[in-house]
């Protein structure tokens, strides 16, 4: 037996990785704009407010972050 549908105007919810990957996003370009203007101060907080918010170690975190910049510049 096939499990219900949900009705059209119910979305299915964001996968966990999605969520994550659409707030990396947002911190990189946040970070990276901070970084190019020059405000260092804003840039330490971005990506400590980054690494404390993000359910992954620190090391996770910066290489998703770092994988991002690349995609992001290119």
């Keep these: ?3 219900p ?5 119910h979305p299915p919810a964001p996968s ?3 969520f994550r ?4 996003a947002d ?3 946040e970070l990276r704009a901070a970084v190019q ?3 260092s101060d804003r840039a330490a907080q971005v990506l400590t407010e980054t690494i404390l918010e993000n ?3 620190f090391e996770t975190t910066a290489a ?3 994988a991002t910049d690349c995609r992001q510049q290119s």
Aim: charge should be negative.
């Design 55 to 57: 359910d992954q170690p």
């Design 21 to 24: 990957t659409g707030f990396i």
């Design 16 to 18: 966990p990785k999605d």
């Design 1 to 3: 037996m096939l499990p």
């Design 64 to 66: 998703d972050m770092t």
């Design 37 to 39: 203007s020059g405000d």
């Design 27 to 29: 911190k990189t370009a």
């Design 5 to 9: 549908e949900r009705p059209p105007h």
